[in-house]
């Protein structure tokens, strides 16, 4: 069987080190990683810079106490890790930097349909409009997929077939979950006042 291209240049055992240096190098080894990347990285995709034996959990969690004190984190979003800013600097950022958070320019209706989407996808514009009691506009639909916070779904088994809607990977990221499991109860949404009550 022909090796992986990507593996092709890489000693992962490092036998030749001491295992303490060897950790350490692993360690470097996934930080170096997750630094070059922009989207969440998986388990296994790290997996292919370390030894056979070696943890990638343990070494995700010896990297993000090496990293205690700094302006970013790790975090474990979407199914992988990256590495993002702690939330205490983004007022930093916004005042240096012209890097507006995709999420900013949306109006409090984008979200609550955004929100409509999680909990009910695959969802579509019908089953939107029977949330909200009025139509959802195209031009919206299409603000969120844009931002590739949404995308299209699996046909609707109704007459016309009619498209539905799912959040997206970049949607997990945004708001920092690691699944659609991690989304708050609608129950926790009502009783603090995000969402209407039955």
């Known amino acids: 069987m022909p090796r992986d291209r990507r593996d092709a240049d890489i000693d992962r055992e490092l036998a030749d080190l ?23 990285v998986p388990r296994e995709d790290l997996a292919r810079v370390v030894g056979q034996g070696a943890s990638v959990d343990l070494l995700v969690g010896d990297l993000a106490a090496d990293l205690e004190g700094r302006a970013f984190e790790l975090a474990r979003v979407a199914g ?14 916004r005042a240096a930097a012209d890097v507006g958070d995709q999420l900013q320019d949306l109006s409090a209706f984008d979200v609550a349909v955004l929100a409509a989407i999680a909990y009910h996808q695959p969802i579509t514009r019908d089953g939107l409009k029977d949330i909200f009691g009025k139509e959802i506009s ?13 995308g299209t779904g699996p046909r609707a088994p109704q007459r016309g077939a009619p498209y539905t809607f799912v959040t997206t990977t970049q949607f997990l990221v945004a708001f920092g979950l690691e699944t659609l499991a991690d989304l708050p ?3 926790q949404l009502v009783d603090a006042g995000l969402e209407g009550g039955s």
């Open 18 to 40: 001491p295992p303490e240096l060897r950790w350490r190098e692993w360690m470097r080894r996934i930080e170096a990683v997750l630094f070059a990347s922009a989207s969440p």
């Open 80 to 93: 992988g890790w990256i590495f993002r800013t702690r939330a205490a600097y983004a007022p930093a950022i």
């Open 138 to 150: 195209r031009d919206l639909i299409g603000r969120l997929h844009a931002r590739e916070l949404i």
């Open 185 to 187: 109860e609608q129950e």
